[in-house]
Structures are given as structure tokens and as C-alpha cells.
């Protein structure tokens, strides 16, 4: 059974940045695209950001393009969300997932393993 892992997320003003990291347990982190998205009150979740295998390939959801970057280590089982510029809409509970092989697809179908997930919060 793979675990996934969130941390990192706060309680942080506009403009401000959080890196959020996800562990995954298992010894195939490579072998799987890793995603990450996101659910605030009310609304469906939403796509934020993918990551192929390898780390090699990126996709990004419009509203982060930009200002949120995506990256692994797959040494440490470990794949990362750097957020810069943050904005109130930006708050959320942000989640990994695991994708059912190596290249990146953004659709949740996709994903088949999921963290609990980690509140951001962005003040005004």
C-alpha cells in the first residue's frame, strides 16, 4: 500500500511563499508521475501541477502557471510545490497524488493514490 505524506502548508499574507512536500512510501517513486491538487470550500478540486517520472516533464494549471513550480527527488521519495506570489484565492487544502505510470496526465482519473492533504491558507 503506498502512503502519501503532505507537510509544509500555513498560514501565510498575499504575496508571501510555502513549499509543500509530499513522501511517498515504496521503493518504484520513479516508475509514476506525481500531481498535485487542490479543494477549497464549495468548489471542485482542482488541478495545480504534475510531474513525469523522471522529473523531466511539467504541466501546470492556468491559475498557477507561473508563480507555483513543481519538482522531485525521487532519491528521497519526495516530490515538492514551491509557491511564490500566493494569493487569497490561492487558499486551500492541497493534496498529492500518485499517477499510474511515468508520463504526466492532469485529469484526477489519473492518479490513483492520495495523500490526506495540507491547509494553505492566504491572508489580505
Known amino acids: 500500500q503506498v502512503q502519501l505524506v503532505e507537510s509544509g502548508g500555513g498560514l501565510v499574507q498575499a504575496g508571501g511563499s510555502l513549499r509543500l512536500s509530499c513522501a511517498a512510501s515504496g521503493r518504484t517513486f520513479s516508475n509514476y508521475a506525481m500531481g498535485w491538487f487542490r479543494q477549497a470550500p464549495g468548489r471542485e478540486r482542482e488541478f495545480v501541477a504534475a510531474i513525469s517520472g523522471s522529473g523531466g516533464s511539467t504541466s501546470y494549471g492556468d491559475a498557477v502557471k507561473g508563480r507555483f513550480t513543481i519538482s522531485r527527488d525521487n532519491a528521497k521519495n519526495t516530490v515538492y510545490l514551491q509557491m511564490n506570489n500566493l494569493k487569497p484565492e490561492d487558499t486551500a487544502v492541497y493534496s498529492c497524488?500518485?499517477?499510474?505510470?511515468?508520463?504526466?496526465?492532469?485529469?484526477?482519473?489519473?492518479?490513483?493514490?492520495w495523500g490526506q492533504g495540507t491547509q494553505v491558507t492566504v491572508s489580505s
Open positions: 497524488a500518485r499517477g499510474k505510470s511515468r508520463v504526466v496526465i492532469t485529469a484526477s482519473s489519473f492518479f490513483d493514490y
